[in-house]
């Protein structure tokens, strides 16, 4: 490619004439065209990046309202990327990230603009739209065609938002995709907007309700089925929020874990419950012996000093490790396996037990309940529902509660209602158990007066109970000597 200059030099007295200057410019050509793609395009996967894409986007709107045609936006983000990239390395990651960026570019029209927006997250812009059930079915061959666990939000334009609203709500409606659940998609709706709002007032909120003081806890009680003595508590975190009144943690818990919080707060959960359960239990008989369950999130377990933070609330407490059980569910335990079983067995190297909450709703694969050092098998609600519900699968609950008693574990049935649900359980051999039948969360003061810590004390002074009681861990101890006390009278 040759440039020419041309110079008027007929002033000059040492020209006098006209100069034309020639010079060949395809190098600086090249660089400027390299230039051009690095400010537009991503290098990893080619893809317009997010610079280029918001300019498209601009374009096609501005195009669509003169021709009063349609335009959407699609968001898609990989669930949990991070996790492959931890353990499978950043190579892996890269080629993934390439494998997607050219499926998705094969699924979508020549017409349509793909982009990566920047770590797992992309984009597609559609312009022309004749129907909204033919963005719906290029949603669906996407999910198909992905094959990966991944969050999908539509959003098309309006005639009054631009490019930054069009965008924006895109990212909501993914947002709510990922949290109904794994591979479906979302198209927007206003009323979005406020949940959005909502949570970013909340995330705020999160760091100052901590140095306030504003997270308190309540504790369900943890029963032996047989006997409905006491065994423990589950410590429940709510929060006291100075406009919205008492928040449950379905609220603000996914909050705090996406910004980042839930560390700092599962620390204070840990060290409180902790010193609150050592105090308290001074008034109970036998009260060495109550179990403490605490629920701990996976970003903990992967992300924050878990097993610091355990070790420090066991020390400042004075709690015994043996005493105090780690909830976790079964989805968070199961990625990255390996780091994970490292990060469990340091954890059990201090004497804690260790839960599965929520089993059987999580990962298919059982694998794991024998490569890692799990206790305690929390056994979920909606298990417990089923097995006095005839129509609704009681096969399964009882195979999931038959699966813990064969691996030698404890379990613990979640959300017991009905008092037919208690001999059912017992009839598997599950013998401990939680749920609004015995009592919700409150205080540990309320618990002192309930029936539960009254027929603890009864066996507890009951002579013979006593050494077996302090002699083993194991709930099924209580269970026995419950029995025995039951024919001594
Ligand atoms: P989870 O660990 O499965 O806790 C049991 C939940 O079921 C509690 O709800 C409890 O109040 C409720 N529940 C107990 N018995 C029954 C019953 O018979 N029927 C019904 N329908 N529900 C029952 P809550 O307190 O709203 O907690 C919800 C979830 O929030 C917990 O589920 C747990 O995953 C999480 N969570 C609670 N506290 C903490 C915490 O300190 N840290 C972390 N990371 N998560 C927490
Ligand atoms: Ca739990
Ligand atoms: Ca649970």
Redesign the pocket.
Known sequence: MIEGVGSNLTEDPAVQGLALNFRDISERKALEEQLRQLAFHDPLTLLANRNLFRDRVQHALTLAQSGHSSVAVMFLDLDNFKNINDSLGHDAGDCLLQAVAQRIVKTTRTSDTVARLGGDEFAVLLEGIAAITDVERLADALIEILDLPFALGVAFSTPEGGAETLLSNADIAMYHAKAAGKNRHVTFKPQMQDMLHERLRLEADIGRALAQQEFF??Y?PIVDLGTQSLLGV?????WRHPEAGIL???RF?QV??ECGQ?VK??RW?LKQ?CLDVCSWRTSIAGGAGLRLA????GR?LQHGELVEDVAQALRESGLEPGNLVI?L?ESTTMYNTDANLERFQRLKALGVKLAI??FGTGYSSLSYLHRFPIDIL?I??SFVSRLTNSDNGPELARAVITLGETLGLDTVA????LEPQVSALLALGCVAG?????A??GSLEQLSTSSFVARRTALWTAQAARGELSATGRFRALNAIGRRAAGAA
């Open positions: 806890l309540e369900q589950e410590a429940l975190v709510r449950m943690p379905g818990i705090a874990e839930i707060l599962g959960v419950a605490v629920n701990v999130s903990h909830e569910t909450d929520d929390k979920d609600r979640e959300g017991i209602e939680q749920g609004f039948l015995f919700k969360a």
